[in-house]
């Protein structure tokens, strides 16, 4: 794994803005260390695959990063300071109550009188918020951090990581960006766009390049009328979390899964092939309502949100909670088949990173705890 991390940075220009970054972070760190306050890392949003040096074209993923962006509010709330390493233009902590919305946050304000006002309906939610935000950054206890593409995520990564590796177990990574498996490497991209124009001659589809590696070619080609795009995998850096960047924080890491039967299966894998401190599994149809836990410390634990304290999901199905948990009770079931598409009525919608958090937080303080027993 050390080869491949080393050829991987070594092949892998960093981005433009990775010393300010670093710089940022290194400052940010220092401070809380000193404070004695734990910090998380928090990556969200996903990643893009370039397929030009001079991207026009790419491949991407369905992340908004909603999960990411509500678990640093909550990960505030209970006391951490908070690294949020995001895809740029994704969900921001706070903010994400109004952007990610089919309604502008113009419709939440009206004129009076010359002069802008929240409308009266929205002023006690809003000033919620607000009340958070300005909390959390005149404590400067939030720092935010951006990436777009795969290989920007890893040396953000890297390197942020190799500056929290001094707080030892007081450090936690909570890996909710959904991160690409497939890459094209620096050396086998070509230069400019890919022409699609069936006026141009087939050789002219792939403008040549000198960066492109020689041994094995560009890793785009065409085939008739075809395009062929020739990925590789993604190192696995997981690993080197533990084994060297950062070996003595806490790391969460995720699985989203389609298939209830492989949800958990597929988790506990993860679990024992990276040795992270806990994985948490959901599925793409029910994580807004459900997740499942697997950690060394307490094995299997499912956290679900109860079925009348769910909020709205358009792309949900709720007939799916508790098809990847044998154990649940039966009436999850049972169930009608429709996505909900309004909140429940009576006690108000609970955000299931809500439960998460505590958790998670929870079985760091049990972690610390060890790691101060042992030393």
């Keep these: 794994m050390e080869a491949a991390e080393s050829n991987y940075f070594r092949n892998t220009p960093p981005p433009r803005d990775l010393r300010s ?16 306050r734990r910090l998380v890392l928090v990556t ?30 909550y990960f505030l709330e209970n006391g951490y300071a908070v690294i949020f390493l995001h895809r740029q233009f994704s969900l921001l902590p706070y903010s994400r109550h109004y952007s990610h919305n089919t309604r502008s946050f113009l419709d939440y304000m009206q004129e009076e009188d010359g002069k802008v006002v929240v409308d009266a309906e929205h002023q006690d939610e809003m000033l919620r918020v607000l009340r958070q935000y300005k909390e959390a950054k005149s404590n400067n206890r939030l720092l935010i951090l951006s990436f777009v593409t795969i290989s920007e995520y890893l040396w953000n990564l890297r390197e942020v990581a190799q500056l929290m590796r001094p707080l030892g177990s007081s450090a936690m990574f909570y890996l909710a960006a959904a991160v690409s498996d497939f890459f094209v490497p620096h ?38 009328k075809s395009l062929i795009i020739d990925l590789e995998p993604v190192p696995k850096f997981l690993k080197q979390l533990v084994d060297g960047w950062a070996p003595d924080a806490m790391i969460v890491s995720f699985k989203l899964e389609t298939d209830p039967a492989m949800l958990v299966k597929k988790a506990k894998y993860a679990l024992k092939k990276y040795s992270h401190h806990l994985v948490i599994g959901n599925l793409l149809m029910t994580r807004k309502w459900e997740v499942v836990f697997i950690s060394e410390l307490d094995g299997e634990k499912w956290i679900r949100v109860p079925r009348n304290r769910r909020t709205k999901s358009l792309s949900g199905v709720e007939s799916l909670v508790g098809a990847a948990d044998p154990t649940a009770p039966k009436q999850e079931n049972e169930q009608s088949v429709q996505p909900l598409t309004s909140k429940p009525q009576g006690e108000p919608a609970v955000e299931i990173e809500s439960i998460i958090i505590p958790e998670v937080a929870d079985l760091h303080t049990r972690l610390i705890e060890r790691a101060q027993t042992k030393a």
Excluded at 22 to 36: C, M, Q, S, V, Y
Excluded at 56 to 73: K, L, Q
């Design 187 to 224: 050396d086998r991209m070509v230069e400019h766009k890919i022409q699609s124009n069936e006026e141009f001659s087939q050789s002219s589809l792939i403008p040549p390049t000198a960066a492109v590696d020689t041994t094995k070619g560009s890793a785009i080609r065409t085939h008739g």
């Design 44 to 73: 969200s949003g996903g990643t893009t695959v370039p397929l030009e040096l001079q991207t026009v074209r790419y491949i991407d993923n369905f992340s908004a990063g909603t999960r990411g962006a509500t678990s640093a509010e």
């Design 21 to 36: 970054n670093t710089t940022l972070a290194r400052e940010f760190i220092r401070r809380h260390a000193e404070d004695g």
